[in-house]
């Protein structure tokens, strides 16, 4: 008889573990760019064995947004992300982008209003997905790559409709929540900054064309 499988599928929040990433960096005595050139897929995959039950990779889906509004004071920063993106892809993940909304924040003390920007459908998108893979039976366990509150109506959702599927959190560097963690009590790991160091790609990057991708100096 084959042994048993637990078919493990990982739903990445981008925004979430980018500034994840990025405080991990000075906390780390690097450079901001330090440790962004991340290589989801083999830090995720370094969790199989502590998730247990003969976990195997799945699929892995990667959420984020183009950060367009910044192009007027970073023209070069949907190049940046454009270029990581690709390496993302090459290595197996999925890729969801969305957007920003610009919002009108006011000032209590001047009475001014200040833009400011907030993405926008990703958390809905991860809470979507999650049940999207449970009703389909793509997999056995899906572990949240997030530190963020939004998916917790998703995720109590999935426990209920699914209660023989598992749904647990990897906990970004200093995005740790207590209350994700008391959610899924007995599925939950803090990812350690000093893991971000070890799962970085190889730079260059080679995609599969064989074209090299460059990590930036500046991030």
């Known amino acids: 008889m084959a042994p048993i499988v637990n078919r493990t599928s990982f739903l990445i929040d981008g925004f979430n573990i980018y500034h994840s990433v990025k405080n991990a960096s ?76 610009k919002k ?26 999650l049940l999207e893979l449970l009703f ?14 939004d998916v917790v109506p998703a995720v109590k959702t999935a426990q209920t409709l699914f209660p023989n599927k598992m749904v647990g959190f990897l906990l970004p560097y200093k995005r740790h929540n207590q209350e994700l963690a008391d959610l899924c009590p007995t599925l939950n790991f803090r990812i350690k900054k000093e893991s971000y160091a070890r799962h970085q790609f190889a730079d260059p990057f080679l995609l599969p064309s064989g074209k090299p991708i460059v990590k930036p100096a500046k991030w």
């Open 104 to 129: 009108k924040i006011p000032c209590v003390k001047c009475n001014k209003s200040f833009n400011r920007f907030e993405e926008k459908e990703t958390d809905v998108a991860i809470g979507a997905k």
């Open 136 to 149: 389909l039976d793509k997999c056995d366990t899906v572990m949240l790559v997030t530190g963020d509150t």
């Open 26 to 101: 000075y906390d780390l005595g690097l450079r901001a760019s330090g440790t962004k050139w991340l290589d989801i897929r083999t830090l995720c995959a370094s969790y199989l064995a502590s998730i247990g039950n003969n976990a195997q990779m799945q699929e892995l889906y990667y959420f984020s947004a183009f950060a367009t509004h910044r192009l007027v004071i970073d023209p070069h920063v949907v190049e940046r992300q454009e270029n990581y993106l690709e390496c993302l892809k090459a290595s197996g993940l999925i890729v969801e982008m969305f957007r920003f909304k």
